[in-house]
């Protein structure tokens, strides 16, 4: 046993120990080249001092070598192709949609029957949580799926359908004592098809990275949701302080955007006064530590607030247009209320969290092309905010710049682009605020409002309603 020594060492070992499993001219060696440093500082983070550390690395050149030469053949090429595009999940186009297959779908087998829908939706990534059966110890065994809901099979056809209709199948995993094993274990579902893991992690993270990099190119690791709890407080207390941090450390982000959570809202110091907030109202209950509800009960569409609506479009009209991944919450986009029926289930009704992960609302999915109900104007103001997206070049990558307005329930950034940019901007508070002119004076007067599709004066300041939300297409001053 040695220690993992240094990177020009290590590969030439590694390269003289793989020689005879790899042919002339194999792509695989030769993404090892270019991959190998990644891979080593990864490891050397997680394991650099341990006995067998060179071993480990090893282990992990294998696995990834292993993972190359069994991947199938359409795999292989949707995998160039993915790689061809890395930018793809920083995107104008790239949209997330979260669900448990059980409460959504019955099972895997019946999200394959949703998949028009998400095409339609403009999904791109589908994320079913927690597939996984679980082990003696309580902790998810990757190697198996929840019997209840399918089987590995099940899962790979899965993702061969969705990839079929240009939607990548995302999983949430989460690295347990054994870096190796955990690598070995997302390599093989990455061979099931699984385009996409979500993984918090950062360490296991870069090294599974390396890992795909070499064994399944075009697969990718990304960060979860870093939590929807400012976006809660400040709905509640109408200061967007909270938010406007949150807002500010997006900049550069690649990872999901979510304004839900599938546990629960986890307020940063003590949240008791926030979650009592929610609670009084029934809008939520307390969980875990913090709030569970789902976005139109939090957001007060159950108990006829009539700004609920506003809310909800708010919370969403920011999350599409923050750098990142969007995560979608299946049934939001109808305004899904909590669901109590989990207090029949016997393993269930102890956990407050199942409150926000329902069954499919079927009669409120019936009911969204219809305007005059509640379900039918969040449909729309959420579809039209995704197809307004759509349109946006300015909402490719992941550049964001801070806009300072003097007002303490405004929050407003600016989506750079090469000539215009996007000022998003949205009050957070129950009055409508008026901002001076001033404000705008970077800024040609003459903006386009994209939701809207009208011509906006910034000479004369801007009124937001309560709980408004704009996208603002702007020229700086040259």
Request: proline content about 5%.
């Amino acid at each position: 046993m040695s220690t993992i020594g240094t990177v020009e060492d290590d590969l030439a070992r590694v390269l003289a120990q793989t020689e005879s499993a790899t042919r002339p001219g194999d792509p695989a060696r030769a993404r090892l080249d270019v991959h190998f440093s990644d891979l080593h500082r990864a490891a050397s983070r997680l394991f650099g001092g341990a006995a067998d550390g060179a071993e480990r690395l090893d282990a992990l050149v294998e696995i990834a070598l292993e993972a190359w030469h069994t991947r199938s053949l359409d795999l292989k090429v949707h995998g160039d192709q993915r790689a061809a595009d890395p930018q793809r999940l920083s995107s104008r186009y790239a949209l997330g949609a979260a669900c448990y297959a059980d409460r959504y779908a019955g099972n895997l087998a019946g999200l394959r029957d949703e998949i028009p829908y998400l095409r339609h939706l403009g999904v791109s990534l589908l994320h079913v949580l927690s597939p996984f059966a679980r082990g003696t110890d309580g902790r998810p065994d990757f190697t198996r799926i929840d019997p209840g809901l399918g089987s590995m099979d099940r899962l790979s056809a899965l993702a061969a359908d969705l990839r079929l209709a240009g939607i990548s199948l995302a999983v949430d995993v989460t690295c347990g004592d054994d870096p190796v094993t955990f690598a070995c274990d997302v390599s093989r579902l990455a061979g099931c098809g699984v385009e996409v893991f979500v993984m918090p992690d950062t360490d296991a993270a870069a090294l599974t990275s390396a890992v795909l990099a070499v064994g399944a190119p075009g697969v990718q690791v990304i960060a979860p949701s870093p939590g929807s709890a400012p976006l809660w407080e400040s709905l509640a207390t109408g200061d967007a302080a909270p938010l406007r941090r949150a807002v500010s450390w997006r900049s550069g982000a690649t990872g999901i955007t979510s304004i839900r959570d599938a546990d629960a809202v986890h307020w940063a110091g003590d949240g008791d006064a926030l979650t009592a907030f929610y609670e009084r109202s029934g809008r939520g209950v307390a969980a875990d530590g913090g709030l569970a509800g789902t976005t139109a009960s939090l957001a007060g569409l159950g108990d006829g607030d009539p700004h609920a609506e506003a809310r909800v479009a708010l919370a969403h009209a920011l999350a599409l247009s923050l750098p990142g991944v969007p995560m979608l919450w299946l049934g939001d986009e109808v305004g899904q209320l909590n669901d109590d029926s989990h207090r029949d289930d016997p393993e269930r009704r102890d956990d407050p969290r199942w409150l926000h992960r329902g069954q499919k609302p079927r009669d409120l999915y019936a009911a969204r092309h219809d305007i005059g109900s509640s379900a039918g104007r969040v449909f729309q103001a959420i579809t039209k905010l995704i197809a307004v997206r759509h349109t946006a070049p300015e909402f490719d990558g992941s550049r964001l710049v801070d806009f300072e307005v003097p007002a303490e329930s405004i929050v407003a950034f600016q989506r750079p682009g090469d000539d215009a940019g996007i000022l998003v901007i949205a009050n957070v508070g129950s009055a409508a605020v008026s901002i001076p002119a001033v404000t705008f004076s970077g800024f040609d007067a003459d903006a386009e409002d994209l939701v809207d599709g009208i011509r906006i004066d910034l000479a004369e300041g801007l009124e937001l309603a309560p709980y408004e939300a704009r996208w603002l297409r702007v020229v700086p001053r040259s």
